[in-house]
């Protein structure tokens, strides 16, 4: 079903498919996500800063914040202007390894000892092959100093197989899996006894390992699919076809959009004033982490740019403190996470007055529970930018009486208190092991974050 305000996407929007699905494939975990962001900065020249050491900043620079490795911030400084934020997370759902990484069992197989992280559809993580991704820290000079290794094996190391049919005819009444029992990876077989520190050393090639935190993703390329040219023949992608199917567009779509939409942003140098991408982890744990959007560290950045010397030329306040106030009091945040699409086959889990569809363009995202941030104002913003850049964008609330899903917006805007809106693209299968969205869409999401930073 189209709408009033789908539009083709504008030819300078820096989106295609095939590079988009490149930065899926490297963003095996947070780690990677935010190593892959890092690199596509520094190439496009912004500079590294270290949270621990002290921040020269000048008007006209191009920042990078590395936080824990796994969350991300990146910012420039121009002449005086309004403060322009987007936000995402970095994280996704799937089974991470505990602790003791070997299951105990005997028996004549080797699985791995994993737990779910975030919300899974369990069924749909069986019969893959699961790579195994994350960091891995080992001995280093003093134990306040060990060193870590970001590691992907780049390798099909394991799977979760189901039971057979014949041994468990309900399995498509029931279906009911036990995360301790029926979810642990196959990795090996008996005869290939080794201890957990040999299995790790040897996969990744590390000595001295202290401790790790590692996850798996399944070992898949994402594609386009359907009906191809978007838009006939003459369409933007007349390669690609109108869906994409891929693991973790929850929510490398938003982090994509948010990089992209910043280095085009900046392009031809800093625009006025502060803009600035927060790309968290643990939004799929509650945010509420050292380094999720629950936590400081967005707040903590903010109040270093208004106290440097980089401010003294915009004049007005001269307290750092008086001109952070001023600047969120007129700023602007875009949170960005993925939203649901109505399904083909369950129209009827949708609010029936305003339908949500793949293709359709990015999402604004309603509650009134305010487990979306937004209000009258932001809604205006978003769509009056839309209408303005011709983006096409629709609308979301849940059906009445349907729990609200939630996301990292009123987190972070909580503890920053700057209006925002909540937006994204619209997915299929949310929190499978993969998931389908509009091929398109992902460009109007890009559009939208670039204009709300240029």
């Known amino acids: 079903m189209k709408n009033e305000n789908v539009k083709e996407l504008p030819d300078d929007v820096p989106y295609d498919a095939p590079a988009f699905l490149q930065f ?35 008007v006209g620079g191009k920042y990078v914040v590395n936080v824990y490795d796994s969350t991300l911030l990146a910012f420039t400084i121009g002449a005086a202007g309004p403060l322009r934020m987007a936000a995402a997370h970095t994280d996704f759902p799937c089974f991470r390894l505990k602790p003791q990484a070997m299951d105990a069992e005997d028996g004549a197989y080797r699985r791995a000892n994993v737990e779910p992280y975030g919300g899974m559809i369990y069924r749909t993580w069986l019969d893959r092959p699961l790579g195994l991704a994350g ?59 080794f201890d957990e520190n ?45 869906l994409l199917s891929s693991p973790r567009l929850d929510n490398m779509t938003s ?40 936590s400081a560290v967005l707040m903590e950045t903010l109040r270093r740019i208004y106290a440097s010397d980089a401010m003294a030329s915009w004049g007005g306040p001269q307290d750092a403190g008086e001109r952070l106030a001023s600047a969120l009091a007129d700023g602007f945040m875009l949170s960005a996470d993925v939203a649901h699409g109505e399904h083909p086959a369950h129209p009827e889990k949708a609010d029936p007055c305003i339908g949500t569809y793949l293709g359709n363009g990015v999402v604004i995202k309603q509650a009134a529970s305010q487990k979306y941030a937004g209000d009258a104002e932001a809604v205006a913003i978003v769509r009056g930018l839309c209408e303005q850049k011709e983006i096409s964008y629709q609308m979301f609330v849940n059906r009445s009486g349907a729990p609200s899903g939630s996301t990292l917006g009123s987190i972070a805007s909580a503890l920053v208190p700057v209006r925002t809106m909540d937006v994204g693209v619209p997915v299929l ?26």
């Open 255 to 294: 982090v994509w959009a948010c990089l992209q939409g910043l280095l085009a942003a900046t392009k031809t140098g800093a625009p006025d004033g502060v803009r600035l991408i927060a790309l968290f982890d643990n939004e799929e744990v509650g945010s509420r982490t050292k380094q999720g959007a629950g």
């Open 24 to 58: 899926v494939e490297l963003a095996t975990s947070p780690y990677h996500a935010v190593l892959a962001a890092a690199s596509e900065l520094r190439d496009e020249g912004f500079v590294e800063l270290s949270p621990g050491e002290p921040w020269e900043l000048a």
């Open 135 to 193: 960091k891995v820290v080992t001995k280093g000079d003093d134990p306040f100093h060990p060193a870590t290794h970001l590691v992907d094996a780049h390798l099909p190391l394991m799977t979760i197989p189901s039971l057979a049919i014949h041994m468990d005819r309900e399995v498509n009444k029931k279906g009911e899996l036990n995360a301790q029992k029926d979810l642990l990876p196959l990795f090996g077989l008996q005869i290939s006894i």
């Open 429 to 454: 299968a949310m929190h499978s092991a993969r998931e389908t969205m509009g091929t398109a869409d992902e460009g109007a999401l890009v559009a939208l974050v670039r204009a709300v930073l240029e």
């Open 198 to 242: 040999d299995w790790l050393m040897e996969t990744f090639g590390l000595e001295d390992i202290l401790s790790y935190d590692l996850m798996t993703y399944p070992f898949e390329q994402g594609c386009t699919f359907g009906a191809t040219g978007i838009f006939g023949d003459d369409g933007p992608y007349p390669e690609a076809g109108e």
